[in-house]
Nanobody
Framework: QVQLVEAGGGLVQAGGSLRLSCAVSGNIFSINVMGWYRQAPGKQRELAAAITNGGVTNYADSVKGRFIISRDNAKNTVYLQMNSLKPEDTAVYYC?????????WGQGTQVTVSS
């Protein structure tokens, strides 16, 4: 059974920083793509950032230059460093991994940015 456990959400003032982490456990290895999606109230879930096992990254335009995604393949863990946070970054952030044609999701972690 594959499990994704997220940590690092919380409340921060605009301009501040947070770091999210997502540890993947279970019988899973050589994960192709790891990423972070987010869903704000009343909006659809959207990709924030993703990274391949080769280190190729992809960012939503709204977070480029402020967020940095990274991964530790030995630990099956993905990170999202979020800097210069804005109130519009407020959302539930979900970890996602794609492996052998399947999508796996974390339970979500709330990020709230106050103005």
């Amino acid at each position: 059974q594959v499990q994704l456990v997220e940590a690092g959400g919380g409340l921060v003032q605009a301009g501040g920083s947070l770091r999210l982490s997502c540890a993947v456990s279970g019988n899973i290895f050589s994960i192709n793509v790891m990423g972070w999606y987010r869903q704000a109230p009343g909006k659809q879930r959207e990709l924030a950032a993703a990274i391949t096992n080769g280190g190729v990254t992809n960012y939503a335009d709204s977070v480029k230059g402020r967020f940095i995604i990274s991964r530790d393949n030995a630990k099956n863990t993905v990170y999202l460093q979020m800097n210069s946070l804005k109130p519009e970054d407020t959302a539930v952030y979900y970890c996602n991994v794609k492996w052998l044609g399947h999508n796996y999701w974390g339970q979500g972690t709330q990020v709230t940015v106050s103005s």
